[in-house]
């Protein structure tokens, strides 16, 4: 499984609820709130076993982690749940052998109403997928978590945060019975060490931009992203389809916490090369040079660039968002081979 990291947090501002005009949060746990209350069923799914068994009694896989919990898909049951496409979901997730936690989910829509994908073989023309159903929300009981998962049509991928502890959910690619695994992030043998290295640009903000509590405004105003993904994301997950569900599956991931801003954010564009690209070099901020020369033009407000090449992250700088100039609104993201989704996409 790859993961990116780190997270640049764009705004921050006080909710005065007296003051402002009605609007919807996409917190997860208000999306869970708002279907409740509007007697949304939430529809019960159990897409893996309840035998499970501990990383540790597993050498054959070669695992990178100390623990976790291995689970076998069903996949009839993913199917299932794929076909029906349920608004709310209340899905059943073994955590060992002897107990469970239930997610219950609320399907989003993580892109833009002109939202696309191509590649280097077929651009400008537009590539028909399969997107995926995407849903966040929270552990049942539990409304201080926030739950982030995508399920594809033989695929499902999550994450959960309880207290701040983040935990994966992914296939292992060394197992071809339909295997996942369960684990918390700390739990990684060689945990890859945050890193940013985006300069400081010596202006900071002013007081009246701080004091905007416009809380409506910023939920109402969708931060479009294009992404751009290297040939060695493509090679590595072994097919356009595949790479796809995998970003869209990151991005799922990451969207949870800019939600707990105020700060909605869809993707409008993904760019894949399937062929050679300009992006060989080896240092972060060269491939961000290379992004900006080749990022004249994009669909979208900010770009990011995905690869596994380079070390930890880049942005152009800090007023990406709001600058016209496209080369600002760029930033590089690599991929660490071992890491989980989180947080990772720059801006302002």
């Known amino acids: 499984m790859k993961k990116p990291f780190t997270l640049l947090l764009i705004l921050l501002g006080v909710v005065v609820l007296n003051a402002q005009p009605e609007y919807r949060s996409e917190r997860p746990v208000d999306l869970v709130s708002a279907k409740k209350r509007a007697g949304i069923s939430f529809e019960a799914a159990k897409p893996f076993e309840r035998t499970v068994s501990l990383a540790h009694t597993r050498p054959d896989l070669d695992l990178p982690v100390e623990s976790g919990t291995i689970l076998r898909l069903l996949p009839a049951e993913l199917n299932n749940l794929y076909a029906q496409r349920p608004e709310a979901l209340s899905l059943q997730l073994p955590v060992d052998a002897h107990s469970q936690i239930v997610l219950e989910l609320v399907q989003v829509q993580p892109f833009s109403s ?9 651009a400008p023309a537009i590539v028909t997928l399969d997107m995926g159903l995407h849903y966040r929300g929270v552990v049942k009981d ?55 290295a985006t300069p400081d ?14 809380v409506a405004f910023r939920q109402d105003k969708c931060v479009r992203l294009y992404m751009e993904v290297n040939n060695d994301v493509f090679n590595n997950k072994g097919g356009l ?16 916490l800019f939600t707990n801003e105020s700060l909605n954010f869809v993707i409008s564009e993904i760019f894949v090369w399937t062929g050679p690209s300009p992006y060989t070099q ?3 901020s060269q491939l961000l040079t290379a992004f900006q020369n080749n990022s004249s033009n994009f669909n979208g407000d900010l770009a990011i660039l995905l690869s596994y090449r380079g070390s930890g ?36």
């Open 201 to 214: 640009d010596g202006q900071g903000y002013e007081r009246h931009e701080l004091e905007d509590n416009n």
């Open 142 to 196: 539990a409304p201080n978590t926030q739950v982030a998962i995508s399920i594809f049509s033989q695929d499902i991928m999550g994450l959960i945060i309880v207290d701040g502890n983040r935990f994966a959910l992914g296939k292992l690619s060394q197992s071809a019975a339909n295997e996942y695994i369960l684990y918390e992030e700390k739990d990684l043998d060689d945990h890859p060490a945050l890193s940013c």
């Open 241 to 256: 389809q595949n790479t796809i569900n995998y970003v869209t599956g990151i991005f799922n991931q990451s969207a949870i």
């Open 313 to 348: 992250g880049i942005a152009a700088g800090f007023n990406g968002l709001c600058n016209r100039i496209a080369a600002i609104a760029c930033a590089m993201l690599v991929l660490h081979p071992l890491s989980i989704m989180y947080p990772f996409i720059r801006g302002r």
């Open 114 to 122: 002109d939202f696309r994908v191509s590649t280097d073989k077929t």
């Open 282 to 284: 080896n240092s972060t």
